[in-house]
């Protein structure tokens, strides 16, 4: 059933596809790929006493109260405000602050068995992974181990030469861009993301074809100038270093794009080249491209962690280059663009499991408040994915995934490194020592 739909809508696509209006795409809910395979609670859990963090009212609410039945959040509000179901199994988590389940944009697992469960025990309950086949996640989800919910992309669209052969899926015409999109719906992907090969006539025949089954697609960019393709239909964009070609100067923007397409190492110096040439104070494309993003309401997953460089392992130049980067998130987030959190998985200067926690902090160090941190890490990013009906908040009705961390994130977000109890669909996912 689901195969003749989608022919119908390729269908409808080639017949039509100059016509449609992106106002009439379907917005869907997505749905992890791992959903039928995730424990659902069976019991009536109470969590009395804690700091509340309420990311849609974006406040604390004090000596909280939360009922969960089975899978689903069934009160939420003030200790003493409502009457706890008799049957309800109360735990006192006086002193401790309630979070959302932790989201990330921007996961890679590489076939690891335990880097999942890592991240899920250290708070993360849903992730995506922009740039893997979807049949990689295979073992993991045969092995029984308890892992988030996998929102996956299957591999990155990408142009020969592609960087990373083994995650990328080679197109070299639109027509092979549709086509390749209609066979990772039928996979089960939930976005599409393009890389930074591909020019802007295929980004643009991938993403008609992505918001005709109600998919966004988001991409690694570079080579291509990043208001192009979000005019060519990006609903998000991986990586701060994908504005950096539509930054610079014409001529040098060419002289970069000439470097890398010739070789892709190019661009690992080439990007802090890129940011430590940049005077974001005067440059004049800075506030047309905040405006522009604003516009178009694009998310942003600046995944500062895997480009975060000190002088114990770097030169000025890569230091400067990153103190930009970090300048350039304050500025959108300033302008209110759509920031989200992404960890990279494994990044320079985080403990393995804790990328999504040093990524927080950078965002922290960028001029993000707290509460704003925390919103990019649920909400945000649970609008990102499509999900925010079903999850991304504590509210009445939505899906039991939560965290319990040890100490006040808003008043240090170092705090999220110290995450005591996750609930996954109404269950508690086991400890490590567990």
């Given amino acids: 059933m689901k195969y003749l739909a989608i022919v119908l809508i390729s269908i409808l696509f080639s017949c039509n596809h100059r016509d449609v209006s992106p106002d009439v795409y379907p917005r869907m809910i997505m749905h992890e790929i791992n959903e039928a395979e995730i424990k659902k609670g069976d019991k009536v859990i109470a969590l009395v006493g804690a700091t509340l963090i309420d990311v849609i009212g974006a406040k604390a609410v004090q000596d909280a109260c939360v009922v969960i039945r089975n899978d689903k959040i069934e009160l939420v509000g003030k200790s003493g405000n409502f009457e706890i179901p ?81 995650d990328a899926y080679l197109v070299r015409d639109p027509a092979e861009g549709h086509l390749a999109v209609e066979k990772l719906v039928l996979q089960g992907a939930t976005a599409i993301k393009v890389y930074y090969r591909l020019p802007v006539g295929i980004i643009s025949e991938v993403c008609r074809t992505a918001h005709l089954h109600g998919l966004p697609v988001t ?102 280059g990153f103190r930009n980067m970090i300048k350039f998130v304050g500025q959108l987030s300033k302008a209110g663009i759509r920031i989200v959190v992404g960890s990279h998985t494994w990044v320079p200067y985080a403990a393995s499991g804790f990328a999504y926690c040093r990524e927080m902090e950078l965002l922290h160090d960028a001029g993000l408040g707290n509460m704003k941190i925390i919103q990019a890490a649920t909400i945000e990013n649970a609008r990102f994915f499509r999900i925010d009906e079903r999850l991304g908040s504590i509210e009445k009705g939505k899906i039991a995934d939560l965290i319990v961390v040890d100490g006040d994130p808003i008043a240090d977000i170092k705090a999220m490194r110290r995450v005591q109890k996750v609930m996954l669909n109404g269950v508690w996912v086991p400890s490590a020592e567990q």
């Fill in 86 to 166: 008799k049957e309800a199994e109360i735990i006192d988590v006086t002193g401790l602050t309630m979070l959302p389940g932790l989201i990330d944009a921007h996961y890679h697992n590489e076939e690891s068995l335990e880097m999942a469960g890592l991240f899920l025990r250290n708070g993360v309950t849903s992730v995506r992974d922009p740039g893997a086949w979807i049949e990689a996640y295979s073992a993991l989800r045969a092995s029984g181990k308890t892992i988030p919910r996998l929102f996956l992309a299957g591999p990155h669209l990408d142009s020969y030469p592609p960087a990373y052969p083994r």
């Fill in 219 to 320: 991409a690694h960019l570079e080579l291509v100038d990043a208001r192009e393709a979000i005019e060519a239909g990006l609903d998000g964009i991986e990586h701060i270093t994908s504005f950096g070609t539509y930054l610079l100067p014409p001529r040098e923007a060419e002289k970069y794009k000439q470097h890398v397409m010739a070789d892709n190492d190019a661009r690992k110096r080439g990007r802090y080249e890129v940011w430590n040439s940049l005077d974001l104070e005067i440059n004049l494309k800075v506030d047309s491209l905040v405006q522009f993003l604003l516009d178009k309401k694009t998310f942003v997953s600046p995944t500062l962690a895997i480009f975060e460089r000190q002088y114990d392992t770097a030169d000025s130049i890569e230091v400067n």
